[in-house]
C-alpha cells in the first residue's frame, strides 16, 4: 500500500532512529550505583553529627517528631553533598490533586552587599516553602485572592538530586498545605492515615502480647504498566498529544488475539529503554524489580520492590516522570493512560499492599498453618470488613475518566468492589464461620510434571484470581483496580484510613469481652466468627467478569458504581464524613475540595476530548473522506463517459459514512453547546452521558472511513502502525 505522505515520514523517522543503544555498563556493582543520588540514612550517617543522625533515623523509622532547632545542621549537609555532585538549584517537589508533580527551582546562590554571591541553604528554607496555592486545584479552598500555600519538609521521604544535561537539582519531598492548614495534595492524608491505622494496629498488637511494638507502617508495591508509541507517530496524532488517548482508530487486522506478546521477547529498542530507566531509577534508590511485556502489543509493565507506602508513592511519581523523560530519548513516548486504545486491553496500577512494622515483620503473612495464626486471621478479618463497609470508598479511590474506559471490560476487575481469599484462607473462614474455630488448613502439594530429569515444583494450596478487584496473593493484597495513570497515594490514603477503622472495632471488640471475663482466645474465635458473618458477603471467589457475578453482587448489597460520575458522591456520604473526620484523615472542608476537584476535573478531561473529537474530525478525516469520496465519483463520470458500465459501490458506502460523519459532528457540537448550562455534578453527569455517546458515535463513522479510504489520503497513523513496534 501506498502511506500517506504524513505517516511515511513518520516511518522513515524511526527506521533512521533504529541505532544500537549505548546500555550501562553491566559490569558496573549495582550496588554502587543504587542510591547514589540519594541523601538517604547511609550518606546522612556519614555527614551528620551522631545525635543528628539518630534524631533524623528515630523520625523515619518511628515517626518521631524532628527538633526543629536541627534543621540548620541537616540543610548545610544537604547542600554540601549536592553541590559535590554538581547541583546549583534545590526544589520543594510536591504531590497537588492534579495527580501530578509540582515543583519550583530556587539557587542556593544568595547575594550578598559586596557586590559577589554565597552558597546558602538555610535550615528554615530546607523545613517549609511558599508556592501559589490558588493556582492548583482546591475545590474553593484557596479563593484567587487568597494564594498562600506552603510545602513541609517530609523527612521520611529523602531528598534526591535529579540529574539533567542542563543542570541537576536537589529535589526535597514536600506535604502541600493551604495557610488554613487543609491538604491540598496527596501526600498528606496518607501520612495521616498511617499513622491512624499504626495507633490502631499497635492496640491490636499489644492485645496479643506483644511489649516491643514498633510504629507500625503501610507497604506499597505498585505494579505500573505502560505503552511505548514511536515519537513520529504521535507527533502526527493530536488525540494523543492532547489527551493521551487515541479517539479514532479502526481495529487493526491484528491485535492481541494470539497471546504472542505477554511475556513475549522483549524487542531490543524497548530493551534499551529499559536498561536506561533502570539505571536513572537505581541511582534514585527506586528498587525497579521485573520487567515483561504485557498483553497488548506495544504494552509493557515494570514492577518495583515494596517499600514504604509514602515513599512507593514518591517513587511511583518519580518512575513515571523518569519513564516519560527517557523515553524521548529513544524515539518514544511513554503512555500512562488507562485506554489509549480501543480494542486492546488498557494499563492498570495494581497496588500491592501489606502490613507490619520491624519487630512483628509482615502482619498479613499467613505462614504454613493460618488456622492456628490467629493474629494474622484477625488482621486479614479487618480487612475483609474494611472493604466490605467502604467498598464505595475503594471505587472512589480509583475513578478517572480514563479508568472508566477500562474497569469491567474483561481486561480489569469490575467496578464492584470484592475479595479474593483463595481456597485456603475460604475454607479456614468457613470453618470459623460455622462456629468451634479453625482446625485445619489446606496445605501446599508437590506437583509432578512428569519427567525424571526435571525437579518436583510447590503446588501452592489455592489458585489465584486475575477478575477480583481486591484479592489475597500469599501475604499482601492486591488492589488490581487502580489505573496507570493514578498516584498510589490515593487509594493508599484510602486504605489505610478504613483498616483504621476495621482495627479500631477490633481492638474495642476484644478489650471489651477481656474485659467482661471472656478468655482472650475465645473472644478472638467470637469476634472472627462476628466479621465473617456481618461481611462475609465481600468475598466472592468466582469469576469477576461475568454477568451472572452483577446480578449476584446486587443482591448481596454491593455497589456497582461503573463510572466515576456515579463514584464522586462518596465523598459527600454520612458514612465517608464520620470516618475521615473521625481519624483526622480529611476534614469536612476537604473532603468538600476532593468532590469539587473530581467533578472539575472529569468535566475538564471528557470537555477536551470531545474538542479534540471534533477538529479531529472536520479537519483531518472529513476532508480525507470528501478527497476520496471525489476520486470516486470522478472514477464513475469518467467510465460513463467513456460508455463503460459504472460500479457506483464503492461511491454510495463512501458516500453514506461521510453523511453519518458530518450527522456525528452536527450532534456533537449540538451536545457541547448545552454542556456548561448546568453546574457541578449534573455538569459531570451531563458529558458522561450526552457528550461522550455524541464523541462515540462521530468515533464510529470514522473509523469505518478509515477502513476504506484510500491509503494515501489518510493522514493519521493507524492501529496497526503505532501498536507494533518496529
Same mark, same amino acid.
Given at each position: 500500500?501506498? /502511506? !500517506?505522505?504524513?505517516?511515511?515520514?513518520?516511518?522513515? %523517522?524511526?527506521?533512521? *532512529?533504529?541505532?544500537?543503544?549505548?546500555?550501562?555498563? @553491566?559490569?558496573?556493582?549495582?550496588?554502587? @550505583?543504587?542510591?547514589? *543520588?540519594?541523601?538517604?540514612?547511609?550518606?546522612?550517617?556519614?555527614?551528620?553529627?551522631?545525635?543528628?543522625?539518630?534524631?533524623?533515623?528515630?523520625?523515619?523509622?518511628?515517626?518521631?517528631?524532628?527538633?526543629?532547632?536541627?534543621?540548620?545542621?541537616?540543610?548545610?549537609?544537604?547542600?554540601?553533598?549536592?553541590?559535590?555532585?554538581?547541583?546549583?538549584?534545590?526544589?520543594?517537589?510536591?504531590?497537588?490533586?492534579?495527580?501530578?508533580?509540582?515543583?519550583?527551582?530556587?539557587?542556593?546562590?544568595?547575594?550578598?552587599?559586596?557586590?559577589?554571591?554565597?552558597?546558602?541553604?538555610?535550615?528554615?528554607?530546607?523545613?517549609?516553602?511558599?508556592?501559589? /496555592?490558588?493556582?492548583?486545584?482546591?475545590?474553593?479552598?484557596?479563593?484567587?485572592?487568597?494564594?498562600?500555600?506552603?510545602?513541609?519538609?517530609?523527612?521520611?521521604?529523602?531528598?534526591?538530586?535529579?540529574?539533567?544535561? *542542563?543542570?541537576?537539582?536537589?529535589?526535597?519531598?514536600?506535604?502541600?498545605?493551604?495557610?488554613?492548614?487543609?491538604?491540598?495534595?496527596?501526600?498528606?492524608?496518607?501520612?495521616?492515615?498511617?499513622?491512624?491505622?499504626?495507633?490502631?494496629?499497635? #492496640?491490636?498488637?499489644?492485645?496479643?502480647?506483644?511489649?516491643?511494638?514498633?510504629?507500625?507502617?503501610?507497604?506499597?508495591?505498585?505494579?505500573?504498566?505502560?505503552?511505548?508509541?514511536?515519537?513520529?507517530?504521535?507527533?502526527? #496524532?493530536?488525540?494523543?498529544?492532547?489527551?493521551?488517548?487515541?479517539?479514532?482508530?479502526?481495529?487493526?487486522?491484528?491485535?492481541?488475539?494470539?497471546?504472542?506478546?505477554?511475556?513475549?521477547?522483549?524487542?531490543?529498542?524497548?530493551?534499551?529503554?529499559?536498561?536506561?530507566?533502570?539505571?536513572?531509577?537505581?541511582?534514585?534508590?527506586?528498587?525497579?524489580?521485573?520487567?515483561?511485556?504485557?498483553?497488548?502489543?506495544?504494552?509493557? %509493565?515494570?514492577?518495583?520492590?515494596?517499600?514504604?507506602?509514602?515513599?512507593?508513592?514518591?517513587?511511583?511519581?518519580?518512575?513515571?516522570?523518569?519513564?516519560?523523560?527517557?523515553?524521548?530519548?529513544?524515539?518514544?513516548?511513554?503512555?500512562?493512560?488507562?485506554?489509549?486504545?480501543?480494542?486492546?486491553?488498557?494499563?492498570?496500577? $495494581?497496588?500491592?499492599?501489606?502490613?507490619?512494622?520491624?519487630?512483628?515483620?509482615?502482619?498479613?503473612?499467613?505462614?504454613?498453618?493460618?488456622?492456628?495464626?490467629?493474629?494474622?486471621?484477625?488482621?486479614?478479618?479487618?480487612?475483609?470488613?474494611?472493604?466490605?463497609?467502604?467498598?464505595?470508598?475503594?471505587?472512589?479511590?480509583?475513578?478517572?475518566?480514563?479508568?472508566?474506559?477500562?474497569?469491567?471490560? !474483561?481486561?480489569?476487575?469490575? /467496578?464492584?468492589?470484592?475479595?479474593?481469599?483463595?481456597?485456603?484462607?475460604?475454607?479456614?473462614?468457613?470453618?470459623?464461620?460455622?462456629?468451634?474455630?479453625?482446625?485445619?488448613?489446606?496445605?501446599?502439594?508437590?506437583?509432578?510434571?512428569?519427567?525424571?530429569?526435571?525437579?518436583?515444583?510447590?503446588?501452592?494450596?489455592?489458585?489465584?484470581?486475575?477478575?477480583?478487584?481486591?484479592?489475597?496473593?500469599?501475604?499482601?493484597? %492486591?488492589?488490581?483496580?487502580?489505573?496507570?495513570?493514578?498516584?498510589?497515594?490515593?487509594?493508599?490514603?484510602?486504605? *489505610?484510613?478504613?483498616?483504621?477503622?476495621?482495627?479500631?472495632?477490633?481492638?474495642?471488640?476484644?478489650?471489651?469481652? &477481656?474485659?467482661?471475663?471472656?478468655?482472650?482466645?475465645?473472644?478472638?474465635?467470637?469476634?472472627?466468627?462476628?466479621?465473617?458473618?456481618?461481611?462475609?458477603?465481600?468475598?466472592?471467589?468466582?469469576?469477576?467478569?461475568?454477568?451472572?457475578? $452483577?446480578?449476584?453482587?446486587?443482591?448481596?448489597?454491593?455497589?456497582?458504581?461503573?463510572?466515576?460520575?456515579?463514584?464522586?458522591?462518596?465523598?459527600?456520604?454520612?458514612?465517608?464524613?464520620?470516618?475521615?473526620?473521625?481519624?483526622?484523615?480529611? !476534614?469536612?472542608?476537604?473532603?468538600?475540595?476532593?468532590?469539587?476537584?473530581?467533578?472539575?476535573?472529569?468535566?475538564?478531561?471528557?470537555?477536551?476530548?470531545?474538542?479534540?473529537? %471534533?477538529?479531529?474530525?472536520?479537519?483531518?478525516?472529513?476532508?480525507?473522506?470528501?478527497?476520496?469520496?471525489?476520486?470516486?465519483?470522478?472514477?464513475?463520470?469518467?467510465?460513463?463517459?467513456?460508455?463503460?458500465?459504472?460500479?457506483?459501490?464503492?461511491?454510495?458506502?463512501?458516500?453514506?459514512?461521510?453523511?453519518?460523519?458530518? &450527522?456525528?459532528?452536527?450532534?456533537?457540537?449540538?451536545?457541547? /453547546?448545552?454542556?456548561?448550562?448546568?453546574?457541578?455534578?449534573?455538569?459531570?453527569?451531563?458529558?458522561?452521558?450526552?457528550?461522550?455517546?455524541?464523541?462515540?458515535? &462521530?468515533?464510529?463513522?470514522?473509523?469505518?472511513?478509515?477502513? @476504506?479510504?484510500?491509503?494515501?489520503?489518510?493522514?493519521?497513523?493507524?492501529?496497526?502502525?503505532?501498536?507494533?513496534? #518496529?
Amino acid at each position: 500500500m501506498t /502511506a !500517506n505522505p504524513t505517516r511515511l515520514g513518520a516511518i522513515r %523517522e524511526i527506521e533512521a *532512529n533504529e541505532t544500537p543503544t549505548a546500555f550501562f555498563d @553491566v559490569a558496573e556493582e549495582t550496588g554502587a @550505583v543504587f542510591g547514589e *543520588n540519594v541523601f538517604g540514612l547511609s550518606v546522612m550517617q556519614k555527614r551528620l553529627p551522631k545525635s543528628v543522625y539518630r534524631a533524623v533515623f528515630a523520625t523515619i523509622q518511628n515517626g518521631d517528631r524532628l527538633d526543629p532547632a536541627l534543621a540548620d545542621i541537616i540543610a548545610k549537609a544537604m547542600k554540601d553533598w549536592a553541590m559535590e555532585k554538581g547541583v546549583t538549584h534545590y526544589a520543594h517537589v510536591f504531590y497537588p490533586l492534579t495527580g501530578l508533580t509540582a515543583e519550583k527551582h530556587d539557587s542556593f546562590m544568595e547575594p550578598v552587599g559586596d557586590g559577589t554571591a554565597v552558597w546558602e541553604f538555610s535550615g528554615k528554607t530546607l523545613v517549609q516553602g511558599e508556592p501559589d /496555592a490558588s493556582s492548583f486545584p482546591n475545590g474553593g479552598i484557596r479563593a484567587t485572592f487568597e494564594a498562600r500555600g506552603y510545602t513541609g519538609w517530609d523527612v521520611q521521604s529523602p531528598a534526591y538530586i535529579l540529574e539533567n544535561p *542542563n543542570g541537576n537539582t536537589l529535589c526535597i519531598p514536600t506535604i502541600f498545605v493551604s495557610m488554613t492548614g487543609e491538604a491540598l495534595d496527596h501526600k498528606t492524608p496518607l501520612l495521616r492515615a498511617e499513622a491512624a491505622m499504626s495507633a490502631q494496629a499497635e #492496640r491490636v498488637l499489644g492485645l496479643f502480647g506483644h511489649k516491643d511494638i514498633d510504629n507500625v507502617v503501610s507497604f506499597c508495591g505498585p505494579e505500573q504498566e505502560y505503552f511505548l508509541v514511536d515519537t513520529s507517530f504521535v507527533n502526527s #496524532r493530536p488525540d494523543l498529544l492532547n489527551a493521551d488517548r487515541t479517539l479514532f482508530g479502526a481495529k487493526p487486522p491484528k491485535g492481541q488475539e494470539f497471546d504472542d506478546h505477554y511475556f513475549g521477547a522483549i524487542p531490543e529498542r524497548v530493551l534499551g529503554f529499559m536498561h536506561d530507566t533502570e539505571r536513572a531509577l537505581f541511582k534514585l534508590g527506586v528498587p525497579a524489580k521485573t520487567r515483561h511485556n504485557e498483553v497488548a502489543p506495544g504494552q509493557f %509493565e515494570i514492577a518495583p520492590v515494596f517499600e514504604r507506602a509514602n515513599l512507593a508513592s514518591d517513587h511511583q511519581q518519580l518512575l513515571m516522570s523518569t519513564f516519560r523523560s527517557i523515553a524521548k530519548q529513544h524515539g518514544f513516548e511513554c503512555l500512562f493512560h488507562e485506554k489509549p486504545f480501543a480494542g486492546v486491553n488498557g494499563s492498570g496500577k $495494581h497496588v500491592n499492599f501489606s502490613f507490619g512494622n520491624g519487630n512483628q515483620g509482615n502482619f498479613l503473612s499467613p505462614g504454613d498453618n493460618p488456622h492456628d495464626n490467629a493474629q494474622f486471621l484477625v488482621f486479614c478479618a479487618a480487612i475483609i470488613r474494611a472493604v466490605h463497609l467502604y467498598g464505595g470508598l475503594l471505587r472512589l479511590s480509583i475513578a478517572s475518566a480514563g479508568n472508566d474506559h477500562r474497569l469491567g471490560a !474483561n481486561e480489569a476487575p469490575p /467496578a464492584i468492589i470484592s475479595i479474593f481469599l483463595g481456597d485456603q484462607l475460604a475454607d479456614v473462614f468457613d470453618q470459623i464461620a460455622k462456629g468451634g474455630g479453625a482446625t485445619s488448613s489446606k496445605q501446599k502439594g508437590v506437583l509432578s510434571v512428569g519427567v525424571d530429569a526435571l525437579p518436583d515444583l510447590t503446588k501452592d494450596p489455592g489458585d489465584r484470581n486475575r477478575t477480583s478487584p481486591f484479592a489475597f496473593t500469599g501475604n499482601r493484597f %492486591e488492589f488490581r483496580a487502580a489505573g496507570s495513570n493514578q498516584t498510589v497515594a490515593a487509594p493508599m490514603t484510602v486504605i *489505610n484510613t478504613i483498616m483504621a477503622e476495621a482495627l479500631d472495632f477490633c481492638a474495642t471488640e476484644l478489650e471489651t469481652a &477481656v474485659a467482661a471475663g471472656t478468655e482472650f482466645n475465645d473472644a478472638v474465635q467470637a469476634l472472627l466468627k462476628k466479621i465473617i458473618e456481618d461481611h462475609g458477603a465481600v468475598v466472592f471467589n468466582g469469576n469477576g467478569y461475568s454477568e451472572e457475578w $452483577h446480578a449476584e453482587a446486587e443482591q448481596r448489597g454491593l455497589k456497582n458504581l461503573r463510572t466515576t460520575v456515579d463514584s464522586l458522591p462518596e465523598w459527600l456520604t454520612a458514612e465517608t464524613r464520620a470516618l475521615f473526620t473521625k481519624y483526622s484523615v480529611l !476534614n469536612e472542608a476537604e473532603l468538600e475540595s476532593r468532590f469539587e476537584v473530581g467533578v472539575e476535573q472529569y468535566v475538564m478531561v471528557v470537555n477536551v476530548e470531545a474538542n479534540l473529537t %471534533e477538529e479531529i474530525a472536520k479537519t483531518t478525516i472529513l476532508p480525507a473522506a470528501v478527497r476520496y469520496q471525489t476520486e470516486l465519483a470522478g472514477n464513475v463520470a469518467a467510465l460513463k463517459a467513456a460508455g463503460v458500465d459504472a460500479d457506483t459501490t464503492d461511491l454510495l458506502a463512501v458516500s453514506e459514512l461521510v453523511s453519518a460523519l458530518r &450527522v456525528g459532528l452536527t450532534e456533537l457540537t449540538s451536545a457541547q /453547546a448545552g454542556a456548561h448550562a448546568s453546574e457541578g455534578l449534573e455538569e459531570a453527569t451531563y458529558h458522561r452521558d450526552v457528550i461522550l455517546p455524541a464523541m462515540l458515535k &462521530v468515533r464510529e463513522a470514522a473509523d469505518a472511513l478509515e477502513a @476504506v479510504v484510500a491509503d494515501d489520503l489518510w493522514s493519521l497513523p493507524t492501529y496497526q502502525e503505532m501498536l507494533f513496534i #518496529r
